[in-house]
C-alpha cells in the first residue's frame, strides 16, 4: 500500500535562505507521481511541483526544486531565497499507476523569520 | 475560470442531522475526490469517482456516503453527523486517467463543518 512520511512537523528558515523539506515514500508500484502543495494560512491547496517516477531529471519550477532519490524513496522539496509569503504549511502527496488516489503525507509547517 | 466549486463553505450541524457538501468542477475532468482535514493534519480521502459512473472508497469513508451525478458534480453526504466528522472538506478534481496521473489535482475552496 503507497504510504507518505513527513517527519518534519515544523520547521524555521532565515528569510533568503534555502530550505529542504522531507519526504519519504513507500509503493510496490514501479510508476508512480509525487507532488508537492502549499496551504497557507488561508487554506487553498497549491499546487507546486511534480517529478514522475521515470523521469531522469530532478524536477525544477522557479525557486521550488525536487530532490528525487528513487533508490531512497525521497523526494525533498528544496525552497531557494526564501521569502516572508513562503510560511505556509507544506504537504507531500502520491499517486501510484494503478490507483486513482492521491494520498498526503501530514505535513510540514515552515515559517520563514525576517 | 471557477476551476472547483465546493457550497457551503461554513456550516455548523447537529448531532444527527444529515447534510450534502456539494461540488462542481468545469474543467471536463475525468476524476474527482473528496478528502477531509483535521487540524494540524494532512488530507485523507473519503471516496473519490475516477470517472463518470463510478464511486470508491478512500482512507475514511466511514459515515459518508458520495454520488456521482454526472461529469461535473460529486456531492458528499453526511446521513447522522457526529462530532468527530467535524473538519475542513475538500473536493479535487483531476484529468488523471490511466498513464496520465502526472496531471495536477485543482482542489476546492474547502468546506469547514462544525458538528456540535
Known amino acids: 500500500a503507497q504510504k507518505i512520511t513527513q517527519t518534519q512537523p515544523g520547521m524555521f528558515v532565515q528569510e533568503k535562505e534555502a530550505v529542504t523539506l522531507d519526504c519519504t515514500y513507500d509503493?510496490?508500484?514501479?510508476?508512480?507521481?509525487l507532488f508537492w502543495y502549499k496551504q497557507p494560512s488561508s487554506g487553498e491547496m497549491i499546487f507546486l511541483i511534480y517529478?514522475?517516477?521515470?523521469?531522469?531529471q530532478n524536477a525544477t519550477e522557479g525557486r521550488y526544486s525536487l530532490n528525487f532519490q528513487k533508490a531512497r524513496k525521497s523526494a525533498n522539496l528544496v525552497i531557494s531565497a526564501s521569502q516572508l509569503g513562503d510560511s505556509a504549511m507544506y504537504f507531500c502527496a502520491m499517486r501510484e499507476r494503478s490507483s486513482y488516489k492521491l494520498i498526503f503525507g501530514s505535513g510540514t509547517r515552515l515559517l520563514v523569520r525576517p | 475560470n471557477a476551476g472547483v466549486t465546493q457550497t457551503p463553505k461554513f456550516q455548523v450541524l447537529k448531532t444527527g442531522q444529515s447534510m450534502t457538501l456539494q461540488c462542481a468542477q468545469d474543467?471536463?475532468?475525468?476524476?474527482m475526490y473528496w478528502y477531509r482535514q483535521d487540524p494540524g493534519m494532512g488530507l485523507r480521502l473519503i471516496y473519490y469517482?475516477?470517472?463518470?459512473?463510478?464511486?470508491d472508497k478512500g482512507e475514511v469513508p466511514n459515515g459518508y456516503n458520495v454520488s456521482r451525478l454526472n461529469k461535473r458534480e460529486f456531492s458528499l453526504r453526511l446521513e447522522s453527523a457526529a462530532p468527530s466528522q467535524t473538519s475542513v472538506y475538500f473536493c479535487?478534481?483531476?484529468?488523471?486517467?490511466?498513464?496520465?496521473?502526472?496531471?495536477?489535482?485543482?482542489f476546492g475552496s474547502g468546506t469547514r463543518l462544525t458538528v456540535v
Open positions: 509503493t510496490s508500484d514501479p510508476s508512480y507521481g
Open positions: 479535487a478534481s483531476s484529468e488523471a486517467l490511466g498513464d496520465s496521473f502526472n496531471y495536477g489535482y485543482t
Open positions: 474543467m471536463n475532468h475525468n476524476s
Open positions: 469517482s475516477a470517472s463518470e459512473g463510478t464511486t
Open positions: 517529478q514522475g517516477s521515470y523521469d531522469q
